[in-house]
Structures are given as structure tokens and as C-alpha cells.
């Protein structure tokens, strides 16, 4: 089981290897996993990403299996922190896997085209990646810039970007779901093909399907053994750190961050020629459709070198293509590592 140990610090973190390709100049995916399904939910892309000649290196965040859990002080400040107390928890966060990604780099003589993917929830702590390249040396500062070539937010639901959002439905702050079973029907829900109306009526919450009647859906795991389920998932994070990254008090906080990811210019610059990208399949659930529509309005704002953010659907998909359709998910992520900038 590998794991990569940050100088200096006390932790570690797990993370799955596709293996090094045959040709020498390969492209390498860091991937951050979202809530409940752990870096695992990647393991039938793996494959995938070796056979198209690249390398995928899938990361378990803190609290997942095999990584380094939160001290009971930061699990304090997921609970009841101020908002500066969780603006700098999520900046520490993104610290720490950048100091994991030139670890990598390092360890693993990875060549200098490495695109960093956060899939759902994972898409905050790559935007506190982003945020936090200026508290780093200048030395691990250039190793990173010089060798990330692309970001890509794979369906971040709103309610972690700090959006004001109007009620729209989630298991995870239903009050009428055992709060330690919220976990167990969000991953049931947020694996549904949700059957949205017309999403090009931006903000328009009657378009949405909100997953409430379940029993007619089609769910990404409904053929999926429960031992091969019990391998990608953790429910137990939720409870302890997780959720509150969804609720509205980690608002203020997840605003800052994504703000001093994409609009920052001190920020943009020290990441060089990167760029920044969000992928959407019309199939997930509600809150990835409001993050396309403010990701949509950040871009009439301008002001950085390069636009803020590029957008890219993917027809046809769930929230969980890459289980179900590895090989169409693997040239989907192609597309957008090889786009070349305008």
C-alpha cells in the first residue's frame, strides 16, 4: 500500500498507482476523491489511464484509509470554527497535498505534465491547492508550476463553493434523516441519473430533478456487489469533518478560497501557464448545475491573465462516469488536457 510521508509534518497520505507507462513523456492525473467514496471509486479508470499511456495517482484525503486523520483541534474547528479558523484549516489543507503532489514529483520522477483533478467534494480542497502556492517556498513554488500544466474540477457541488444557495434538496442536512444515517442515503442519492429539464435556464430550480422519488432511477452501483462497494466507501468521515463542508456556516470560508484560487492574481501567476477547468455531466445531481451556472457568471468578471475557468460538459453522464464508463471518462479527461489555450 503506498503512502507518501511530508517532510517535517506528521503526516502521511495513501494513494493508488495506475503504474509508470512505457512512454517517457506521459501526462500524470493527481486525483482527490470526494465524500463517502474514497480515492477507490477510480480503481476501474486505472486500467483505463495505463492504456492510454498516461499515469493516475487517486489520493485518500485525511480521515480516509490510510491517511493521517485530523487532530481533534481541527475536527473542532470543522464543527464549530470561526470563519478565519476554517479559511486557514482549508488553506493548511491544500498546503499539505501540494506538499504531497512535489513530494511525488520527487519521489516518483513524474514528468512535468500533471494535471490535478478534484472530483466532487475533492474540488475544495484543489481550489485550497490553488489558494495556498504563495505560503509555499519559492523553490516548491517553481517545481510546481513548472510541471502542472492543468486543473480540472470535476463536478464540485455548490453547497462546498460557497455559494448562497435557495433550498434545494440533500440528504446530508435533511433534518428528518438520524443524523448518523445521512451518510448512508447520501451516497444512495448522490449516485442516482438525476433527469434535469432545461439547465440552460440558469438558476431556474424547477428544471431541477432533486432525486426525492428514487424507486424509477437508475443508480451507478444498482449491479455493483455490496463487497466491491464496501471497498471505495468510508461513511465515517461524514460525520466527523465532511458534512460541515456542505452546510452553509463553511460559506464564508469556501467563498475565500475559491475567490483566491481563481480571481486572485498573485495567486494565478505564481501557477504560471496552467489552466483551469469544470466538467459537468447533464446526469449529476442538482448542485453541480449551480456551480456551472456561477462558475458561468465568474467568467464575465475577468481581471486575470487567462480566462477564470473553461467549461466542458459531458452529455449523457453521471456523477459517477468514470465507474460506469471508464473508457468514455478517460477521453473526457483527454479532451480537456489537451485543448490547447487560445
Not at 157 to 182: E, W
Not at 283 to 301: C, I, K, M, N
Request: with cysteine; charged share 20%.
Amino acid at each position: 500500500m503506498p503512502t507518501f510521508a511530508l517532510a517535517n509534518e506528521t503526516l502521511k497520505f495513501y494513494y493508488d498507482d495506475s503504474g509508470v507507462p512505457s512512454t517517457p513523456s506521459y501526462t500524470t492525473y493527481v486525483v482527490v476523491h470526494g465524500l463517502s467514496y474514497h480515492g477507490g471509486v477510480f480503481q476501474r479508470l486505472l486500467p483505463v489511464v495505463n492504456q492510454h499511456s498516461h499515469r493516475m495517482l487517486t489520493v485518500n484525503r485525511r480521515e480516509y484509509p490510510d491517511s493521517t486523520p485530523y487532530t481533534q483541534a481541527e475536527l473542532d474547528i470543522f464543527a464549530r470554527g470561526s470563519d478565519e479558523e476554517r479559511f486557514q484549516l482549508l488553506l493548511n489543507e491544500g498546503k499539505y497535498l501540494n506538499l504531497l503532489l512535489d513530494g511525488l514529483i520527487q519521489s516518483l520522477a513524474l514528468p512535468p505534465n500533471i494535471v490535478i483533478v478534484g472530483w466532487s467534494l475533492g474540488s475544495i480542497f484543489t481550489l485550497s491547492m490553488l489558494a495556498s502556492i504563495t505560503s509555499l517556498s519559492q523553490t516548491v513554488q517553481e517545481r510546481l508550476s513548472d510541471s502542472v500544466k492543468k486543473t480540472i474540477l470535476w463536478e464540485p457541488p455548490a453547497h462546498s463553493l460557497g455559494m448562497k444557495l435557495p433550498p434545494l434538496y440533500l440528504p446530508l442536512l435533511d433534518d428528518n434523516i438520524p443524523f448518523d444515517v445521512r451518510p448512508l442515503r447520501f451516497m444512495q442519492w448522490v449516485a442516482l441519473h438525476f433527469q434535469h429539464g432545461d439547465l440552460s435556464l440558469r438558476y431556474d430550480i424547477t428544471q431541477l430533478d432533486q432525486g426525492r422519488n428514487n424507486l424509477q432511477r437508475i443508480n451507478a452501483f444498482d449491479t455493483t456487489p455490496a463487497e466491491e462497494l464496501a471497498k471505495i466507501t468510508d461513511i465515517r468521515p461524514a460525520t466527523r469533518c465532511d458534512n460541515y463542508l456542505l452546510a452553509p456556516s463553511f460559506s464564508d470560508a469556501e467563498h475565500r478560497i475559491l475567490h483566491k484560487a481563481l480571481l486572485d492574481p498573485a495567486t494565478r501567476l505564481s501557477w504560471g501557464d496552467m489552466d483551469i477547468w469544470h466538467l459537468v455531466g447533464d446526469r449529476g445531481p442538482h448542485s453541480v448545475h449551480f456551480a456551472t451556472w456561477y462558475f458561468e457568471d465568474l467568467l464575465q468578471l475577468g481581471g486575470t491573465p487567462k480566462p477564470v475557468i473553461r467549461l466542458a460538459v459531458n452529455p449523457g453522464a453521471s456523477h459517477f462516469h468514470m465507474w460506469e464508463d471508464p473508457e468514455d471518462a478517460m477521453k473526457e479527461l483527454e479532451l480537456l488536457t489537451f485543448t490547447l489555450s487560445p
